[in-house]
Structure formats: C-alpha cells, structure tokens
C-alpha cells in the first residue's frame, strides 16, 4: 500500500502550486504593508494589489479592474452576489430564478431571500444536468431582479450554456450572476463575451491559496451594485469591508495567470485522462453509470455510480484514492446529493455516487492504477453488498 494516498478530489480543494507560493511569499514578509496606508509600504502592497486587479479582470474580460471584488472565496462571493444584489435591486421586483444544482452558498442564499419575502423559482435540470433553456425564458418575468445559475457543477462536472443564459437574462433585462468557481481558470470563461453581470471564484480551486476569492462586478450595469455584508472602512469600492489579504490577492492573480497560460493543452491532456478513466472503468467493470453530461462537462471530473456497490464501501474499500463520495462541501451531511437528486438518478443510484477528480499534478499512471483499483475493488464490494443484503 502507498504511504500517502493519490489525490483524486480536485474539485474541492487544488494543491498550492509552488510557483503560485513563490511570488505571494514577499508579501507575507518584507512586504507587509496595509493596502490602505498612505505611506511607502501602503504603496508597495497598494501597487500589487493593482497589479492582480487588472491582471484577474483581463484573465476573466472584465473591461475594468475596478470590476473586480476581492473576498474571502466563492462562498462569501455567492452570498455577496445573490443576497446583496437581490437585495439592492428590491424595489424593482422580488423574484429570483435559479437551478436546483447550484451550490449551497446559492441556495443556502436564495433560502435567505425567501425568509425575507422574496420569491424563488427553482429550475429543473434534465438527466444530464443541463438547464432547459426555453424553461429559463419562461421563468425570467419583468418582476425577476437576478438570476443566479452554476457555469460548472461541482459534484457532476456539468458545463452550462453561459453564453446562451447571459443573452436570455439581457434580452429580459434581469441580472445575471454565475458561480464561476469550477469555471475560471479550467475552460474558457469571458465575463463580457457570456453577458454575465456579476461572477464568483476562488483561487484553491485553481492551484492558488485557500481563504481569498472574488467577485466580478459589471460596473456599466448600475444594478450590479449589491448592498454589502461587510461593514466597515468601505474597501472594494464599499461592496466588501476589511483589510485586503495582499499576499492571498497576489496568489489568486498568479493562480489564475498561470492557468490561462496552459489553458488549452491543459483542456486536451485532462479529457484525454478523463476518457481513458471512464473507458477503463466501463470495460473493466460491468454497469457503471456515469453521471451528467458525457462530453459537455469539466476535463478533470468524473462522476460515476456502479449500481450494487454503495460509494461509501467504494470509498472505504479504496484508502489509496483521495475520493470524494459526492460534495465534499456537504460531505459530513447524511443524506443523497442534492445533484444527483435533481438529475432524478435517486433510482440507479440509490448507493451514491463517487467523484474523481484530475488535475493538473495527474498522471496517466495515476489514472491506470485508479482504474486497476477500481476493478479489483468493485465486484468484490457488489459480492459483499448482496450477500450483506440476502
Ligand atoms: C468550492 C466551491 C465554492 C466555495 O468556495 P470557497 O472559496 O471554498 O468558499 C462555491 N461554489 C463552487 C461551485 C465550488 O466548487
């Protein structure tokens, strides 16, 4: 056995590259300074702070670096986003459409909003994942003030038609946020191209550190101005109070620059790996279902079923695989994936589900012995179900 497992979870949290480590260590020590400060080390940590801005803005087309709002990660970004906007924009209607996959920090927002009047339409996914676009037409009213819908899924990989939603959102003049974690830095993302208002991330989902991220902000829509979380000094244009984290703002611009640099061979060597995983485990092993999209889904995700065999006894049965057996955002939480719940797999995968994610530190070894384990290691937990169940 391995002394220290492979890291198959990806998608809920990436290694810091030590590139990335590299250029946010100065600003841990000589370069200490408060962004705020008016004085010599003020500027210094004021003038890299600038630097990022613009970098990240460019990296997501954002026409301005003031666009860019930094927080604490995707989950209070989210909240920024969803509450602040909807709140922001009350007087001009109460309604919020959104998906049933989204994130917790999305529904756990809209759930927010709903305890204070306002309504929320929950939109259905089909089996692959995917939102019905003329179902989202339908739903966006002249009373909808923000639509909020995942570019990415987190737990089944599945991409959404960005581009289309934006178009839909502007025709009907309703806001339009996208949780653009699992999205920035993996595929192409474009703020302006996609019509997107106001957008997520979080620099430990791209090899950057964990406890910053930000929010996008379209400066030219007047309405994507949400009412704040954070009182205080009035930092980020007064969307988000406190002391900016220079040396996690610093690591996030670098995370980012350094995926876009590979953007693309990164893209092909991921799905080549992704394809030979699901292959593997299809000729290896018999009924695997894999869950979302076979092909319009993130590079390095997998999401598979294997009826018969429960993802907890896979995952038990494997402590050579860092897996996850569903979100780990929620994992500690009893109970089916709300995910897999909305695709309406409850029946084919009653069991739950395993999630394996590839990423950029992935190789094909790893892959092939991931698909040895697996085939070893499932029938023998099938055999083990059935006679447990007789
Ligand atoms: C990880 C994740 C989040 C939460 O990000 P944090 O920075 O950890 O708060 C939100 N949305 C999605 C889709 C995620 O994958």
Redesign the pocket.
């Given at each position: 056995m391995r002394e220290r497992p492979i890291y198959f979870d990806i998608?809920a949290t990436t290694p810091l590259d030590p590139r990335v480590l590299e250029e946010m260590l100065p600003y841990f020590t000589e370069k200490f300074g408060n962004a705020a400060s008016r004085h010599a080390f003020g500027s210094e940590a004021s003038e890299a702070v600038l630097r990022a801005r613009a970098s990240i803005a460019k990296g997501i087309g954002a026409k301005s670096p003031l666009e860019v709002v930094f927080t604490s990660?995707?989950?209070e970004a989210?909240n920024l986003a969803v509450k602040g906007l909807a709140r922001a924009n009350a007087e001009r209607g109460r309604h919020v459409v959104t998906t049933r996959t989204e994130?917790k920090?999305v529904l756990d927002s809209c759930k927010q909003l709903e305890a204070e009047g306002f309504r929320v339409t929950y939109l259905e996914v089909d089996s692959d994942g995917l939102l019905k676009l003329d179902e989202l037409a339908q739903a966006v009213v002249p009373g909808t003030v923000l639509v909020s819908i995942?570019a990415v899924n987190?737990e089944i990989g599945v991409i959404q038609d960005i581009a289309a939603i934006g178009a839909i959102c502007r025709e009907r003049g309703a806001l339009f946020h996208t949780?653009a974690?699992?999205a920035v830095g993996k595929i192409p993302f474009d703020v302006d191209r996609m019509n997107v208002d106001s957008a997520s991330f979080?620099a430990?989902?791209m090899y950057g550190p964990k406890g910053v991220?930000a929010l996008y902000l379209r400066r030219r829509n007047p309405e994507a101005k949400p009412e704040a979380e954070m009182l205080g000094g009035g930092h980020e244009n007064g969307s988000r109070s406190g002391t900016l984290n220079v040396p996690g703002i610093v690591g996030l611009a670098a995370a980012l620059r350094y995926a876009l640099e590979d953007l693309e061979p990164e893209i092909a060597r991921l799905t080549a790996l992704r394809d030979r995983l699901k292959d593997g485990l299809r000729s290896g092993i018999e009924n695997v279902r894999i869950n979302g999209h076979e092909t319009q889904r993130l590079p390095g995700n997998l999401n598979a079923c294997f009826p018969g065999a429960p993802a907890e006894l896979i995952q038990m049965a494997l402590p050579d695989l860092a897996l996850s057996g569903g979100s780990a955002?929620s994992s500690g939480i009893a109970g089916p994936s709300h995910v897999l719940h909305a695709l309406g797999s409850e029946a084919a995968c009653s069991e739950g589900a395993v999630r394996i994610g590839l990423g950029r530190f992935t190789t094909q070894e790893d892959v092939d012995y991931a698909i040895g384990r697996f085939v070893e290691v499932v029938p023998r937990v099938r055999a083990e179900a059935a006679r447990a169940g007789a």
């Open positions: 998608q990660g995707a989950t989210d994130h920090a995942i987190n949780d974690t699992q979080t430990h989902k991220g955002c």
